[in-house]
């Protein structure tokens, strides 16, 4: 997040003007005076820095973090004038409303492109369109915990959200149960489609071919393990480990919790192959740090948003190959890498994997996550009624 004389010059069309200058917070109406600041902050973009810093060692949370705050951050100045150290209950509801249509678009929205990138063109702007209501959502969630530790620091009196959150959770679910579960499971037939596909890429030379053994590796690892795209950048290949004869991934995921999925004999061959690929002994050592997926450019670990664009390149050439059926090809192009962990979950209770090891495996803190792509039972029960005449 840039200082304040920083974000003038993103700013759309040069709207913040020298006059604006007192909106950074020193001042805010929110701001706490009862208690002693916890944080080295004496404006908002002092405040929210010190928020972001929490999460530096996250690369995609810290960027989707910096990307909300932002979006906020300019339209309290733009919108508003009003500084975001002074923003109340009502005026997120404005903001909401903002999200679902930002207007005026030229001043607004631009096209999708890197942000990191672009932001200091003068043709960046902050969004792509409008957003729908599972982003907007997303986006208030993030703007709770910015807050939120901006009152638990007392730089704030209040969070202006606190009072949303009720309604927010009844909204998060009723987009959870509008969206329907096939839309983000592939089915049979696409799911060996899109290994099929996988399969008959060429490999007429050395480029090829170490562009299919990594993305081979990468369909395998995301959907044997249940993975979320972002844990494969930020592990090596240390987090294979055995124990007592058997193999585990040991894995830091989401809120920065550990936990174990086991590794089993498919994955074990996927892995002993990809390794002799890339000429590294067959099986990991402990002390391994090297990429899980690696980069051809540098020593580093391929990022999750290339990692997903070869994900869904492969899924298009799946599409492509279907033009005969618009629903199925339609779906295919709409794949992203987070199907592979709800396909995962699904395949793993069709083939008999009791239900806690599913959670387990997928590291879900409520059952009620994990039933969405558990359905053995809900077949065995639709079987039953089927014994059940009338007339």
């Known amino acids: ?29 929110n701001r706490c005076h009862t208690r002693t600041c916890q944080i080295a902050a004496s404006n908002d973009w002092e405040a929210i820095c010190c928020w972001l810093s929490e999460y530096i060692a996250k690369s995609s949370t810290y960027r989707a973090y910096q990307k909300e705050s932002e979006r906020l951050l300019l339209w309290c100045l733009i919108e ?9 209950r009502q005026d997120f509801e404005e903001y909401i409303h903002f999200l679902s ?15 990191a990138s672009k932001r200091h063109v003068s043709s960046w702007r902050p969004f792509v369109g409008p957003l729908s209501p599972t982003a907007q959502m997303t986006a208030l969630t993030i703007l709770d915990s910015l807050f939120q530790y901006l009152l638990a620091a007392s730089y704030l009196e209040f969070n202006p959200l606190s009072l949303m959150r009720r309604k927010a959770s009844r909204h998060q679910r009723q987009q959870a149960q509008a969206i329907k579960l096939h839309e983000r499971i592939l089915e049979d037939e696409d799911w060996q489609l899109l290994l099929n ?6 490999e007429t030379n050395a480029r090829e071919r170490d562009e299919k ?102 899924a298009v050439k799946a599409a492509m190959s279907i033009a005969d059926n618009p629903s199925r090809a339609n779906k295919l192009k709409c794949f992203s890498p987070h199907w592979l962990r709800h396909l995962s979950a699904s395949m793993q209770d069709r083939v008999g994997i009791r239900f806690g090891h599913i959670k387990a495996n997928h590291r879900h803190e409520s059952d009620e996550t994990t039933r969405r792509y558990v359905h053995a039972i809900d077949k065995e029960r639709h079987d039953d009624m089927k014994k059940l005449q009338f007339f």
């Open 213 to 314: 053994a990594r993305l081979r590796f990468l369909v395998a690892i995301l959907f044997l393990l249940g993975l979320r795209i972002h844990e494969l950048e930020t592990h090596g290949w240390n987090a294979f480990k055995q124990i007592h004869g058997d193999w585990w991934f040991f894995v830091v995921g989401k809120g920065d919790k550990p936990g174990k999925i086991p590794v089993n004999p498919a994955l074990l061959d996927e892995v002993i192959r990809f390794r002799l690929h890339l000429n590294l002994p067959p099986l990991p050592a402990c002390d391994e740090t090297i990429p899980l997926i690696p980069s051809w450019h540098h020593q580093h670990a391929l990022g999750a948003r290339q990692m997903g664009y070869l994900l869904k390149q492969l």
């Open 101 to 115: 249509d930002p207007l005026p678009a030229h001043v607004w929205c631009g096209p999708k492109g890197s942000r």
């Open 1 to 29: 997040m840039p200082p304040l004389q920083e974000i003038q010059k993103l700013a759309p069309l040069n709207l913040l003007q020298d006059s604006l200058k007192h909106l950074n917070g020193e001042t805010g109406a």
């Open 197 to 202: 596909t996988l399969q008959d890429l060429t």
């Open 80 to 88: 508003k004038k009003k500084a975001l150290s002074s923003l109340t």
